[in-house]
Each structure stands twice: as C-alpha cells, then as structure tokens.
C-alpha cells in the first residue's frame, strides 16, 4: 500500500529557496503522478503543482507559485521535491503531497489518494 511522507517544512523568512520532500514507499510509483498541495490558515486545500513520475513532465503550477516553485522528482530515490523560492508571506501553510493513480495530472485534490500528513511552512517577516 501506497504511503507518502512530507519532509522540509520550516519556519523562514521572505525570500530565498526551501526545499519540500515526498517520500513513497509501499509501492512503485511508476504509474502515478504526485501533485503538492497547501492549506493556508482558514482557507481550502489549493493545487500547487504536479509532476507525472515515469517521465518527470510537469503538468502544471498554480498561478501564484508558477516562476518561483519547481517541482521534481529522484524516481530511484521514490521521492518528489518542492522548490520554494522567493518565498512570500502569502506561501504560509501546511503542504501536502498526494499520489493519483494516472498518467495525467490535476490540480483537484479530490482525484488524489493516498495523502501525506502535511509539512508545515511558515514565512514570517
């Protein structure tokens, strides 16, 4: 069975890079994307971004991360990163990586099972 683990969560302050983990274990992810998605303090869970395994092609950034994330993926390693950078106050959340068994990626969380426990990132100034 299928289980993610977040990783790199911290509490920074506006600008420079910090890097997000997802690790898989429990199953080849050879057939699934992995999408990272946030959940800022009273709001709804929001697509970040996501990237299709087997080849490493991103499907998508959200509008507001687009030019500042990037997202990649170690296929040996089962691990998916989130590259931060410029990071924003607005950037505050609890992120979280989820696995869809498909070949196409999307940004609606409610096509994703399973789900990591979250990594929690904080951009104070």
């Known amino acids: 069975q299928l289980q993610l683990v977040e990783s790199g969560g911290a509490s920074v302050q506006p600008g420079g890079s910090l890097t997000l983990s997802c690790g898989a274990s429990?199953?080849?992810?050879?057939?699934?994307?992995i999408g990272w998605f946030r959940q800022a303090p009273g709001k709804e869970r929001e697509g970040v971004s996501c990237?299709?395994?087997?080849?490493?092609?991103?499907?998508y950034y959200s509008d507001y991360v687009k030019a500042r994330f990037t997202i990649s993926r170690d296929h040996a390693k089962s691990t998916v990163y989130l590259q931060m950078s410029d990071r924003e106050a607005e950037d505050t959340g609890v992120y979280y990586c989820?696995?869809?068994?498909?070949?196409?990626?999307?940004?609606?969380?409610?096509?994703?099972?399973?789900w990591g426990k979250g990594t929690q990132v904080t951009v104070w100034s």
């Open positions: 989820a696995a869809a068994s498909s070949w196409y990626c999307s940004s609606l969380a409610d096509t994703f099972n399973p």
């Open positions: 429990g199953s080849t992810l050879e057939h699934y994307v």
């Open positions: 990237i299709l395994i087997s080849d490493g092609s991103t499907e």
